[in-house]
């Protein structure tokens, strides 16, 4: 009897060798979306979708810097390399369009670092979900892309702070430290712009404060001066908040000067116009001016590693603000293909409902810009907001 079982166990041991020769335990992809499968020594392909050309280029440059610090610092996932495939945004809806519709022609990638602007990722973002894919943005601040009454769509998430945040504390900011009672605020029609210089206006008034004019430019304008009288003219304002990019927003600051009314006005913007690029158009004009950002007090073993980096291989301190936060976007996609592949010898398969799910329920990760946590909606930032002053060229954090 004990000769006959030794028999068929051994004969079901070589069933189980030749089925696995033959290709009998092949992965069959359950997941409702659909699997990217990796064989060996095909490397994990991910896209970054930034603003990386133009006026707006060290915005988009300095987060490409940490998605790729970020691949550095990971090497390897699950015994295959990372390789990456850059795209520009354009910092527009024509260029989120495009970069998001070339993403999704390959099959092979399986998230994206991206966009920088909030005008490129609702367009993007519409893409990327209608194909299944997943973008996390180290960027987009505007209230809109997380709003599942306006813009947001299934697979759209951001450890960028929600403008929310960021309008009200430059409301408390401009009058309680400040000590103004009147503001006007200009956009320029792009979600992110006016989607902060709304909240700011709104949250300045619930605070006791009079927005004297909620008015906008255009985008590509370089004569802002019929605007500025407007604005003169409704005041003029004690305060003024202008959170547009750094092309228009350089011809506000030095025409400001050059209307009546506005000479003593006080003059801010945001972390669009954060850069050397922006303080170099800004010039002298924009001395004293002051901007709302992202908190950059960041401290820890891990942001000096990653600084030390950043220097070593682009020779220079980082550029703009978001680079800790696309740092941070790209080691949350890696830690959650690492939970969801499936592993079949040397091949890995990875769901994507699986990855956009693993994200979601993100909790407590630690990452450079604060320890972060997922809503349903993708809002996954720790929001720390300090307002900088212009000072000699250099952005001096002065608030709180």
Partial sequence: MKKKLFVILSLLMLSVLALAACGGSKFECEDEIGCVTYGPDEPIRIASALVISG????????SQYGVEIAIAF???LLGHKIELQAEDDGCSAEGGQTAGQKIVSDPTIIAIVGTSCSGAGVPMSNVVSEAGYVMVSPSNTAPSLTDPEQAWNPGYLRTAH???VQGKAMAEFALN?????????????????EGLARV??????????TIVEFTAVNKGDTDMRPVLAAVAAAGPPE??????????????????????GLEDTILAAADGMISSAAAEAIGDAGEGMYFSGPDLSYSGGLYEDFLAKYVEDYG???ISVFHAHAFDGTNMIFDCIEKVAVQDGDTIHIGRQDLRTCL???????GITGTLTCDQYGDCADPKISVSQLIDGVYEAIWP
């Fill in 55 to 62: 006026p707006n280029t060290d915005l988009g440059t300095d």
């Fill in 74 to 76: 990971q090497e390897t």
């Fill in 162 to 164: 929600n403008d929310k």
């Fill in 177 to 193: 430290e400040l000590g103004v009672t009147t503001a006007a605020a200009i956009h320029d029609g792009d979600p992110y712009t």
């Fill in 200 to 209: 700011f206006a709104d949250e300045f008034e619930a605070l006791g404060g």
């Fill in 239 to 260: 305060f003024l908040y202008y959170p547009v990019f750094t092309a228009e927003g350089a011809f506000i600051t030095k025409q400001a000067k050059e209307v009546a």
């Fill in 316 to 318: 220079a301190e980082p």
């Fill in 360 to 366: 979601y329920n993100i909790t407590d990760f630690e």
